[in-house]
């Protein structure tokens, strides 16, 4: 008789157990069993159990969250290089994206976890820029670039809190 591979034992085992398969499907997954520790132990119902799903899933979302926060992080670091620079008009496009990347990471908590970021970033960026003998801008300038990039991340986040809205009411249909 020829050897079945384990997929086929798998698929043979259910017609099998319930007594509906041939003679031969019957004997080759028997001879099959007998040699295969994994089989055997699916035959006679001692499978271990089997991931949990949930677990796995709330897994998978955490390591989401992390590099959405991560993502966001390192564009609020590269719209604040930008403050004050040639290239500073970027942050209109970079903000509100990072906006939304705070709502996928926040949720709602986006109305007051991104602006907090916000300022202890730009601080944080100064003070380095301070430390390093660089270009650094004055407090008035701090407020004011602040002031508008959390404005631009909020409209960010309230788009992206828009298109989920928009898509769980559709997928309700």
């Known amino acids: 008789m020829n050897e079945i591979s384990c997929e086929v034992c ?16 019957r004997k080759a997954v028997e001879a099959h069993v007998a040699g295969c520790e994994a089989c055997r132990a699916q035959y006679k119902g001692k499978v271990p159990p089997a991931a949990d799903a949930d ?16 993502l966001m992080m390192l564009g609020i670091f590269a719209g604040l290089a930008l403050t004050a620079r040639e290239g500073m008009f970027y942050n209109l496009l970079i903000m509100p994206v990072i906006g939304a990347l705070g ?6 908590k986006t109305l007051y976890e991104l602006p907090v970021l916000l300022v202890v970033m730009h601080l944080a960026v100064n003070g380095i820029n301070w430390l390093r003998g660089l270009e650094f801008l004055d407090l008035y300038s701090i407020f004011f670039f602040t002031v508008i990039y959390i404005v631009l991340a909020q409209v960010g ?3 992206a809190a828009l298109f989920h809205y928009a898509f769980q009411k559709e997928g309700k249909k």
């Open 55 to 70: 677990k796995a899933l709330k897994k998978l979302q955490r390591k989401l969250r992390f590099a959405g926060l991560f």
């Open 157 to 159: 986040a309230l788009i």
């Open 103 to 108: 709502y996928l990471v926040f949720r709602k």
């Open 10 to 25: 798998m698929d043979l085992m259910p017609l099998v157990q319930d007594g509906v398969a041939s003679e031969d499907s």
